[in-house]
């Protein structure tokens, strides 16, 4: 069983800069690839980036250039660093990992981008 906890969010001014952070524990933990999720309100959950066990990263168009993804595979811990926010980065953001055959998710960090 791996569990995920993600810390990082907040309010944030437009054009401002956060960082999230997924941190996994559990047994024997070897991670495959992270994910980052996002859920805006009344939309369905969205694909953010996604980080190999290798490093290669790669991301929603919407985010692309101001969003950056990197882990620390020691720390089994992914990190979102987002910058240059805009009220429509405004959601629930989610991490998800792959473990052997199995994905897990994290419990989700809201980010609040005020205009």
């Known amino acids: 069983q791996v569990q995920l906890v993600e810390s990082g969010g907040g309010l944030v001014q437009a054009g401002g800069s956060l960082r999230l952070s997924c941190a996994a524990s559990?047994?024997?933990?070897?991670?495959?690839?992270m994910y980052w999720y996002r859920q805006a309100p009344g939309k369905q959950r969205e694909l953010v980036a996604v980080?190999?066990?290798?490093?290669?990263?790669d991301y929603a168009d919407s985010v692309k250039g101001r969003f950056t993804s990197s882990r620390d595979n020691a720390k089994n811990t992914v990190y979102l660093q987002m910058n240059s926010l805009k009220p429509e980065d405004t959601a629930v953001y989610y991490c998800?990992?792959?473990?052997?055959?199995?994905?897990?998710w994290g419990q989700g960090t809201q980010v609040t981008v005020s205009s």
């Open positions: 559990g047994r024997d933990v070897n991670i495959n690839t």
């Open positions: 980080v190999t066990s290798g490093g290669v990263t």
């Open positions: 998800r990992v792959l473990v052997g055959l199995y994905y897990y």
